[in-house]
């Protein structure tokens, strides 16, 4: 069994910071991409940021520039720098994982249970 354990959110203003983690736990064999996704009120889940296993990067256009994701394979963990904070950047942010289980060949993707961010004065 694979668990993702997020922490992090909260509250901020605007032009504040946050960092968000999340750790993958359980019979994990590998791991493959990592990234955040988020869910405003009202609106889809979008991508935020990615990271693959060779450490390739990918950032959605409203946070190039002011978010980044990186990841630390010792700890199956990927974290979200988040700077410059804008009220548009409210919403659940959610972690993402695909990874390769013990005791089989196939990947799955597995997704956190959500962490709020919100931003206001």
């Known amino acids: 069994q694979v668990q993702l354990v997020e922490s992090g959110g909260g509250l901020v203003q605007p032009g504040g910071s946050l960092r968000l983690s999340c750790v993958a736990s359980?019979?994990?064999?590998?791991?493959?991409?990592m990234g955040w996704y988020r869910q405003a009120p009202g609106k889809q889940r979008e991508l935020v940021a990615t990271i693959t296993s060779g450490d390739r990067l990918n950032y959605a256009d409203s946070v190039k520039g002011r978010f980044t994701i990186s990841r630390d394979n010792t700890k199956n963990m990927v974290s979200l720098q988040m700077n410059s904070l804008k009220p548009e950047d409210t919403a659940v942010y959610y972690c993402n994982v695909n990874l390769r289980p013990r005791g089989g060949p196939v990947s799955y993707t597995y997704w956190g249970q959500g962490t709020q961010v919100t931003v206001s004065s």
């Open positions: 359980g019979r994990i064999f590998s791991i493959n991409a």
